[in-house]
């Protein structure tokens, strides 16, 4: 039986800006290509 390794990263972000958005499509985008589904992204919002 093999473990699955995830890893868990956490982006803060201030409102839901273009900035914010496109910094959630980058890291989301990266993770896909570098990590493959072995992560967690959670987003927290500060506003």
């Known amino acids: 039986m093999k473990i ?3 890893h868990i ?3 803060y972000i201030a409102g839901k800006t273009q900035k914010a958005i496109r910094a ?3 890291i ?3 993770c896909e290509e570098h990590l ?4 967690v ?7």
């Open 4 to 6: 699955e390794e995830k």
């Open 9 to 11: 990263l956490t982006l």
């Open 24 to 26: 959630i499509e980058n």
């Open 28 to 30: 989301n985008n990266y």
């Open 36 to 39: 493959q589904n072995s992560y």
């Open 41 to 47: 992204l959670e987003v927290v919002d500060l506003k």
